[in-house]
């Protein structure tokens, strides 16, 4: 199959340019400008929120696949969940069903839901409602805190942890996640270009390591080899007042919807290892290959 991915060139798309790639697709990305990319890759330059840049390069692919996303806007660069998420994913759309391509596939987010609290959530809905009345043939992914070689959140933990044993914990710190790596994610996109019965299907995509986000820290300082490191609890309704004011700050870590994303924690049932037919790589396992080469 020839594959035009919209996102390709960030954290999951390295992955899943080489997932596809290794089972003998080809690859048709679309980037702001050429640059260096490992692989038998073709470029096409473009704006993913304008779809008359890049439509005429859609046509004779097999399928569409969209990557785009941001966890943080910075409105004074046009970088809005409004404008990635949902002006993205409408002009994707509609640029594949201009060139007669039917199979796309969408990223989405673990929590996605239209009555979310977190403007993520409720941009990733509207775009997943779009696809869904697209007329397409498509599949929706959601998943879970994403770790891999080169996640932001993970690594910017272990940073952190090398400067020294203390880690601030917002609220409790009991709040769930399940994470999973981004080949595993990769995998999966690969496979449903494959399974016509992922056709109309959204699955939640999770790891099988359901821990707290205290157990998280101490997982990641043992991958460094280190003992857990102290947690002092910062109290949550402080953080509420504080976080609005700093979030303002680009250096500033967390937003008031990343925190309230953690709050809700995010987990899932599993099930679509059913469906795929393979079982997620084990998260100590997996951050240990990468953190310990750092």
Not at 177 to 183: E, R, T
Request: glycine content about 10%; overall charge positive.
């Amino acid at each position: 199959m020839k594959i035009f991915i919209a996102g390709g060139t960030g954290f999951v798309g390295e992955h899943l340019v080489r997932e596809l790639l290794k089972r003998g697709h080809s690859v048709r990305l679309l980037v702001h400008g050429r640059r260096p990319l490992q692989g038998d890759v073709e470029q096409v330059a473009g704006d993913c929120t304008r779809p008359e840049t890049y439509t005429g390069s859609i046509a004779g692919c097999d399928a569409v696949i969209n990557l785009v996303g941001i966890i943080r806007e910075f409105p004074s660069k046009g970088i809005t969940f409004e404008r990635l998420h949902v002006q993205t994913t409408a002009s994707l759309t509609e640029a594949a069903r201009k060139s007669g391509v039917s199979r796309y596939l969408q990223m989405s987010a673990l929590g996605t839901r239209p009555d979310a609290v977190s403007g993520y959530h409720r941009t990733k809905w509207r775009a997943e409602e779009l696809v869904r009345g697209s007329g397409l043939k498509w599949t929706i992914f959601r998943p879970s805190l994403i770790y891999g070689p080169k996640d932001a959140f993970i690594n910017m933990l272990a940073a952190q942890l090398r400067l020294a044993p203390v880690m601030p914990v917002i609220g409790s710190g009991s709040y769930r996640l399940q994470p999973i790596h981004a080949d595993d994610v990769a995998r999966c996109f690969a496979l449903a270009l494959e399974m016509p019965e992922t056709i109309g299907q959204a699955y939640e995509l999770c790891g099988n390591d359901r821990m707290s986000y205290e157990d998280l820290l101490d997982t990641v300082a043992a991958a460094l080899g280190k003992t857990p490191p102290f947690k002092p609890h910062a109290p949550l309704g402080l953080m509420k007042m504080i976080i609005p004011i700093l979030q303002k700050i680009p250096v500033f870590p967390i937003t008031m919807d990343q925190l309230q994303m953690l709050l809700e924690e995010s987990i899932c049932d599993g099930s679509w290892q059913k469906v795929f037919g393979f079982e997620p790589r084990g998260f100590k396992e997996g951050i240990a290959e990468y953190l310990n080469k750092n």
